[in-house]
């Protein structure tokens, strides 16, 4: 149950963008040039981690004596051109984060390293609706550790229990829980074999979010 929230923390990819997709395309591209035969099945697997954390058990998993880092690096470059040009917004984004300012405090927990999240947040002026961003390169620990959504919490000085989390991956539902947040989950295309059990809510559509949290245009409690 999600009660008297004050501070909304939001993912990234899959919740702000809808990258995921687009995202296996890319890994496949990386994969493919070092000679990984990596499957969909595998790829959903990992779906919300940190990029170093990705590729380091991708290359484990397949037993692969490539560089990593070459690898790393080699797909850092596609998801530049990814986040720059391709990622295009979940729908109706703009729309809710325009409602939702000024009732609660908002922050961004991503995994995604600040370089390529920023490509995206400017091209689509999203930069304007948040009190702080957490990136996952500024955390020692990617979900699904707490720690991202604990450091953004703790800036917009707001405890866990007065936060709730809108995420898409079962890495971020067990950080936020983990973290001691409600959670928000976003249901797509992309993440429908996801356990969401541990969400207080499970939505389709982000316009279920602002009824959920708000009462005649203020905060209310559920």
């Known amino acids: 149950m999600i009660t008297n929230i004050s501070a909304i ?6 919740v702000l963008i809808d990258s995921e997709p687009f ?3 890319a890994e496949f591209e990386t994969t493919r040039r070092f000679g ?23 290359a484990r ?4 004596d490539i560089a990593v880092d070459d690898m790393i690096s080699a797909h850092y470059e596609t998801l530049r051109r990814y986040y720059r040009e391709v990622f295009p917004l979940v729908p109706h984004v703009t729309d809710v ?14 995994s ?11 091209r689509f002026s999203l930069v304007r609706f948040f009190d702080t961003i957490v990136f996952g390169d500024e955390v020692k620990k990617g979900k699904p550790d707490p720690e991202i959504f604990l450091r953004a919490a703790s800036i917009l000085g707001y405890a866990p229990d007065k936060t709730v989390v809108v995420e898409d991956a079962e890495s971020g539902f067990k950080a936020a829980r983990d973290a001691g947040m409600g959670l928000i989950a976003r249901k797509g295309e992309h993440n429908v074999d996801c356990d969401f059990s541990m969400a207080d809510f499970v939505v389709k559509d982000l316009r279920e979010i602002p009824p959920l949290l ?7 409690i559920i």
């Open 97 to 110: 984060l325009s409602r939702l300012k000024g009732s609660f405090f908002m922050a961004v927990g991503t």
């Open 23 to 25: 995202h296996i395309e």
């Open 61 to 64: 998993r397949y037993e692969s």
């Open 9 to 14: 923390i939001w993912d990234f990819d899959g």
């Open 112 to 122: 995604r390293e600040k370089e390529l999240a920023m490509l995206a947040l400017e």
């Open 36 to 58: 990984i035969p990596l499957t969909m099945a595998v790829a959903k697997q990992y779906f919300g981690l940190k990029l170093e954390d990705y590729f380091h058990d991708i």
């Open 214 to 220: 708000m009462k005649n245009g203020e905060a209310r």
